[in-house]
């Protein structure tokens, strides 16, 4: 089945500096890469997603990147503002089914 | 519209003890899914639901039940609770497949003693 790694696990950031996270997948079938943002004690949401056929992908300050060929893909935010502090999940699609890394808690400091 | 609703918010079982809980969405939605959310483990997958009228396991079914009532309801059992099923249980729906996002519930937390 799939297997989807996520990096860092923990990651603080200066209000305004860039955050970088990175996940890894293992089945080249997984053909659509979603990334959600989840709150303290709420549920998560979706913030952006990516499918297999595009590369790369931006709104606003937040952008993903796919590498098809490595298997991995990449959520970056730029111009960090206190309000990013969550967690964050990436997830990949196969035959249906989401596998979610084990998320990374993003802090951004004033 | 309400989105996806979970019912209890919170419930606590003794090992042992059985119970349902229940999902719903008001979004026309063809696929439902049940996560469990536990510390560090991120969100695994118990069972989900591509249409009415099927399920199938997720990553980490055992110990557990889903039946998909109708196009709205998707509930998850849990027909002994161990103490290793306290977790945040979350439900999801999806338009189709796994290709669209997927809209959260509010989640359950579940303590079993």
Known sequence: ?110 | NAGVTQTPKFQVLKTGQSMTLQCAQDMNHNSMYWYRQDPGMGLRLIYYSASEGTTDKGEVPNGYNVSRLNKREFSLRLESAAPSQTSVYFCASASSGGYNEQFFGPGTRLTVL
């Open chain 1, 1 to 110: 089945g799939e297997n989807v790694e996520q990096h860092p696990s923990t990651l603080s950031v200066q209000e305004g500096d860039s955050a970088v996270i990175k996940c890894t997948y293992s089945d080249s079938a997984s053909n659509y890469f979603p990334w959600y943002k989840q709150e303290l004690g709420k549920r998560p949401q979706l913030i952006i997603d990516i499918r297999s056929n595009v590369g790369e992908k931006k709104d606003q300050r937040i952008a993903v990147t796919l590498n098809k060929t490595a298997k991995h893909f990449s959520l970056h935010i730029t111009e960090t503002q206190p309000e990013d502090s969550a967690v964050y999940f990436c997830a990949a699609n196969l035959w249906g089914k989401l596998i979610f890394g084990q998320g990374t808690e993003l802090s951004v400091k004033p």
